[in-house]
């Protein structure tokens, strides 16, 4: 059985069409990225095809976006040239991108389990700087989902490992490094989209032992 990699480079043309449309999916994000001055510099995490970073950049934001698909990023730096993106894992030290005002993380959090959440906040933290905010989209539940993780493409069959992830589970995780702000735009669908903000470099080191 195939992993999460091998579904997303599998169906990154299929995801493209879907999601380079006129109209945004998540108007939320783009009501969260109006918060910022113009200028203000964006990290899209697990940023797939880049449709996102598209949208982010056209207001006047500079961008860069993260993901671990090479097939993903293929389509993402073909679409926009002019935004820099880079192939790596959440989970690993991306600080060479240097300081970000936000991040943004839609759905990307739903292939991390529970126990490796706070890792994954530790690695955004490390990116943004003092007075950052970061919007996260999670579907709401607990633990792996199994008939979101399990797909057959062409005969194939993937698991993407996806996880369900409460609004406490994430303030748990992210505990001395963020703290949450507010819900937005919950639509009713189990998808929810979340604004946390950066926890003072002096606190987050008192509470971390750092």
């Known amino acids: 059985m195939k ?90 030290d991306y600080s060479y991108i240097g300081k970000v005002d936000a991040v943004i993380v839609i759905a990307g959090l739903v292939h991390i389990e529970k126990d490796q959440l706070p890792l994954a906040f530790s690695r955004m933290r490390d990116v943004m700087k003092d007075e950052g905010r970061l919007f996260i989209t999670v579907r709401e539940g607990q633990g792996k989902i199994e008939k979101r993780s399990q797909y057959i493409v062409d005969g194939e069959t993937y698991d993407r490992a996806f996880f369900g992830h409460s609004l406490e589970e994430l303030q748990a995780a992210a505990s001395g490094m963020f703290a949450f702000e507010q819900g937005m735009g919950d639509d009713g669908t189990g998808w929810h989209n979340y604004i946390f903000t950066t926890v003072k470099e002096k606190e987050s080191k008192k509470r971390t032992g750092k």
């Open 3 to 92: 992993g999460i990699m091998d579904y997303y480079d599998k169906t990154a043309l299929e995801w493209a069409k879907m999601s380079y449309t006129p109209d945004p999916e998540i108007p939320a994000l783009l009501d969260f990225a109006r918060r910022f001055p113009p200028g203000s510099r964006f990290l899209d995490l697990c940023c797939g095809c880049g449709c996102e970073s598209q949208r982010i950049h056209a207001m006047g934001y500079e961008v860069v976006g993260l993901d671990f698909s090479e097939e993903s990023l293929k389509i993402a730096r073909e679409r926009n040239p002019d935004i820099v993106f880079y192939q790596d894992d959440l989970r690993n």
